[in-house]
């Protein structure tokens, strides 16, 4: 089980009484963005536009915490921006451990190694590292020669150290599917925990707009990827999601179940757009108009999103909607392999794709 037992006992304790108080909305993790400013100049991240001066802009540890208890979610992930860039960041995660929150520290891990000793191994510590794909892919899709390996060598000092280690990838228009199931390979050879994986979201403001996925496509190829699996790949999400990016289940988008938020304050309404921000989590809860967003409300920007943040939380919440959620979770989890003939002929017909020539900035154009 790639989600250890006592986080996974927390998690389904708090859905269910979520659900005796009936909750209709309530958060499951709390997406903590202490910065925006990064290392790298990912072509797909929209997160790193901004002015100078808000990229030097930085939340407080007491901020930090306040928003965590503010909210309550069990899970806290700590994305941006680069975490390790924040002078603080190791009193920050000491401060949500000490809380008792299940913390992901998202990372690219450029600086992972060196900082490692800052942080002490802990079971309600897991360092999520951004993983593209194979070395070629993850270096073009970073924009940075050899942060595949940089990253490698810190995920196997972190595993070594006793640390919880994850990855995270996203996925574009035009990934090699075969390419892919390799990478998974690798990364259970390194030794993590488990692997999340995510289509891309097409940021506005992102210099690549080329690669992002639409539905149809989305479900094509993670079918392709995650059919015909193999038994030792484990996955650090709910098999439900994984069931919906490859098009054998529909569910709602739920964007409150992973609020946002960081220097602006509550994020509306949701971590991957900004309508607007709440001074409160009361506030946003009760502020944003939330049939408006999610597929089915017809918001344009919401048209071809299938992405974690808006839809692991509705997985999570059928789950524990009832016996027929808890059932197919459970058939989900022990069903392994996924075996589909069509989608196997599907993978073998794929072409090598080339890389996406994506213009690889030097270091002195990153926003630091």
Request: contains cysteine.
């Amino acid at each position: 089980m790639p989600v250890p037992v006592a986080q996974a006992w927390t998690v389904a304790t708090y859905v269910l009484k979520q659900k005796l108080a009936g909750r209709e909305r309530y958060p499951l993790v709390l997406m903590l963005e202490p910065l925006f400013r990064c290392n790298l100049a990912c072509a797909g991240c929209g997160k790193i536009q901004y002015p100078a001066h808000i990229l030097k802009q930085e939340l407080t540890p007491d901020e930090c915490f306040r928003a965590a208890e503010e909210c309550g979610a069990p899970t806290v992930a700590i994305p941006g921006g680069e975490p390790l860039l924040h002078p603080q960041m190791p009193e920050i995660v000491a401060g949500l451990v000490a809380r008792k929150k299940y913390v992901y520290m998202c990372t690219n891990a450029l600086l992972l190694r060196e900082k490692l000793h800052l942080f002490t191994p802990s079971k309600y510590l897991s360092f999520s590292v951004h993983m593209d794909g194979q070395k070629e892919h993850h270096d073009f899709a970073v924009c940075k020669e050899g942060g595949y390996e940089a990253a490698l060598d810190a995920i196997r000092e972190a595993v070594r150290r006793g640390f919880r280690v994850t990855t995270n990838t996203t996925l574009f228009d035009g990934t090699d599917p075969n390419s892919v199931r390799a990478f998974f390979d690798e990364m259970m050879d390194v030794g993590v925990e488990g692997m999340m994986v995510s289509p891309g979201y097409s940021y506005d403001k992102a210099p690549d707009q080329k690669h992002f996925l639409g539905r149809a496509r989305t479900r094509n190829l993670f079918n392709m990827i995650l059919s015909n699996r193999k038994s030792n790949w484990r996955f650090n999400m709910s098999p439900l999601f994984l069931e919906f990016l490859m098009g054998r289940r529909q569910f709602q988008c739920t964007p409150w179940g992973m609020p946002t938020y960081n220097i602006f304050g509550w994020q509306k309404p949701c971590y991957l757009l900004q309508d607007g921000y709440a001074e409160t989590f009361t506030e946003l809860m009760e502020s944003v108009q939330w049939d408006k967003y999610g597929t089915e409300s017809g918001n344009s920007k919401c048209a071809n999103c299938m992405v974690h943040s808006g839809y692991e939380a509705s997985a999570v919440d059928y789950t524990f909607a009832s016996l027929s959620g808890l059932l197919s979770t459970a058939k989900a989890m022990f069903r392994s392999s996924y075996r589909d003939q069509a989608a196997l002929e599907a993978l073998q017909r794929q072409p090598k794709h080339s890389l996406v020539q994506i213009e690889m900035k030097p270091d002195s154009e990153v926003g630091v």
